[in-house]
């Protein structure tokens, strides 16, 4: 316990003292000033009771008893005021500890989002991030509870030796069943963690207006209902086993403390009785034998309470250190030009067993549009997120220019690229928001971007024009856009980046055929000075790219431009008949 106590408190200590010194300060002036409010009150009160039974003046009388009250009043006014800017400090302090965690989350590797183990680390950190404020508030306590034991070791030592060393050993028990009821319940809590994240998804997402639809249509309500009551059903169950924890821990302290407190009473009453003791003595000595008790509990519990929370801290450690080393310095300088080219390139998803990818080698250059087609599943978006770096190859290397992709700082890399992902996300914003970001931008800019994704005419029809906020539960009269237009708005942010290398994955496919021509023709006027690649559904975009990849068999089996492979007759031209055909079919109909 000594040793996780310590480094616990040593991780705590120079964090706080990292994001907010006054904190501690204040904490520590708070612990003073309860040991002053506590050694006041007793002396104050054994020099009143004194001058009471010795017959002192009135006046004399009256002094007493107003710096007794003078004192006390100065000493919690004192710690009210500190505790009122200890509070200000230390909401502050956790806000830039979920700051730095929340900066940590979006910067984690991409893959490692999606690993169970992480995740569960991630939904950690609503317990984790009281860490540092817990244990410096815990160590206040300890130091204010060692004063005062200190001081009421001292006083009590000229009762008696003997009744320091019973309060010693019944509290040191009652210390032991508070350590491992701590312990319990904290190993609870990390059990419940999965459990709670899996209850918290399943409300998210049975309240969501795009889940709504589907809710009612296919009367989903009491599948949810069920599902989250099961899921429910678990958390009460690890609830109820903490609570019964805590119980069994209250009922042993307090019958231990009833205990410790009737014998010093006891003791300190029969040297009333047998006139070894004054009045004013035994008020003292019965006020001091509650505040030993009471502070060493505290000292004893609050070093528990730090040690208890290393499990946590651990978690924190191994969250705080997941790699997320895209962000390090620029190694390589970036390039004018760009020329991205995969070598040799296997690909399997972390903790598969199956390359989704094989021996893949593709040029994409400068003014190149390049289609990737092929049946779902076949690889085509694992291509884009390999470009993205949101993965690392297998084997093989993917270079730009060729260095190796890597090499390059990311947050300089990714600056060449603008995606528009099948899965895109639009942030809560307004329309401004979105495509500016955290760049500087004309409004005119932003609307030629809008006018190249065919959405700049809805967009200035809109009351608030580019100010418009997107979805309704923002709270700022915002408004809900179709598939289609969100994906028109993605694609403007795309146009707005201004990136060498242009991605799309299925990024028109809730888009209506005429608003994809005007998109396509807008894109083949800019075409020359960026390098497209193209994954579709809708196999007639192949038909006006430089370069067609085939991919089957998860691995490229036929590359080039639409004509040459339609000649070959081969997989391509099979599934573009197919689609031709269809089309024909409902054109003749």
């Known amino acids: 316990m000594l040793s996780d106590g310590i480094k616990v408190l040593k991780y705590s200590l120079s964090m706080v003292w990292r994001l907010r010194k006054s904190y501690l300060f204040l904490r520590i002036l708070i612990a003073l000033s309860e040991v002053g409010e506590t050694f006041w009150g007793i002396l104050l009160l054994r020099v009143l009771i004194s001058d009471i039974t010795a017959g002192q ?58 690993s169970p183990d992480v995740l569960n680390k991630i939904g950690n950190l609503w317990r984790t991030d009281g860490i540092v404020s817990n244990s410096v508030e815990q160590l ?3 130091i204010s509870g060692l004063f005062i034991f200190a001081g009421s070791i001292s006083i009590l030592s000229s009762l008696n030796p003997v009744v320091v060393v019973l309060f010693v050993a019944i509290t040191a028990a009652n210390s032991g069943i508070t350590k491992r009821g701590i312990r319990n319940t ?61 119980l069994k821990m209250r009922l042993a302290t307090d019958f231990l403390g009833g205990v410790q407190s009737f014998l010093l009473y006891l003791y300190a009453t029969l040297e009333y009785i047998a006139g070894r003791i004054v009045i004013a003595d035994f008020f003292m000595y019965t006020a001091t034998i509650g505040k030993l008790s009471s502070s060493f509990e505290r000292m004893l519990t609050a070093f528990q309470r730090i040690a208890a929370q290393r499990e946590q801290m651990d978690k924190l450690e191994a969250y705080l250190k997941l790699p997320d080393d895209i962000y390090t310095e620029n190694l390589t300088e970036m390039p004018k030009e760009c020329k991205i080219e995969f070598k040799d390139v296997s690909f399997r998803y972390p903790n598969t067993d199956r390359d989704i990818l094989k021996h893949v080698n593709l040029t994409i250059e400068k003014g190149e549009k390049v289609s990737v087609v092929g049946k779902n599943g076949a690889g085509k978006s694992t291509l884009i997120k390999l470009i993205c770096r949101f993965y690392q190859p297998t ?90 237009e969100k994906q028109k708005i993605a694609l403007g942010r795309m146009y707005a980046k201004d990136a060498p290398v242009l991605l799309f994955d299925e990024a028109t496919s809730a888009v209506d055929p005429i608003s994809e021509d005007i998109i396509f023709k807008n894109l083949n006027q800019i075409g020359e000075q960026h390098a497209v690649v193209f994954i579709s559904h809708r196999m007639s975009n192949a038909r006006l790219s430089d370069k067609v990849i085939f991919i089957a068999n998860n691995c490229i089996e036929e590359c080039g431009k639409h004509e040459e492979l339609m000649r070959k007759g081969g997989g391509y031209a099979e599934l573009f008949r197919m689609q031709e055909q269809y089309y024909t079919d409902v054109t003749t109909v």
Do not use: H
């Open 57 to 114: 003046a009135t006046g004399k009388i009256l002094t007493d008893a107003v710096l007794l009250c003078l004192g006390e009043v100065f000493f919690k006014g004192l710690k009210i005021i500190l505790s009122w800017m200890a509070s200000t400090g230390y909401i502050k302090m956790n806000d830039m500890f979920t700051a730095n965690s929340l900066k940590k989350k979006m910067k984690l590797k991409y893959f490692l989002l999606e």
């Open 140 to 142: 206040c306590i300890f």
């Open 395 to 484: 084997e093989g290397e993917i270079t730009l220019n060729g260095r190796n992709i890597e090499e390059y700082s990311y947050n300089e890399y990714i600056r060449m690229i603008s995606p528009v992902f099948q899965d895109f996300q639009l942030i809560p914003f307004t329309i401004r928001d979105n495509l500016q970001l955290d760049r500087e931008m004309e409004d005119s800019r932003m609307l030629e971007c809008l006018e190249k994704a065919d959405v700049r005419e809805r967009v200035e029809r809109l009351e608030q024009g580019l100010s418009t906020y997107i979805g309704k539960g923002t709270g700022y009269n915002g408004i809900d856009m179709s598939g289609g």
């Open 186 to 246: 904290n190993r609870l809590d990390m059990e419940k963690t999965p459990v709670d994240r899996r209850r918290n998804y399943y409300l998210t997402r049975s309240i969501r207006a795009e889940e709504g639809k589907d809710v009612r249509i296919f009367q989903l309500n009491e599948y949810y209902k069920n599902k989250i009551c099961a899921v429910n059903n678990k958390v009460i169950e690890y609830e109820t086993k903490k609570e019964k924890e805590n």
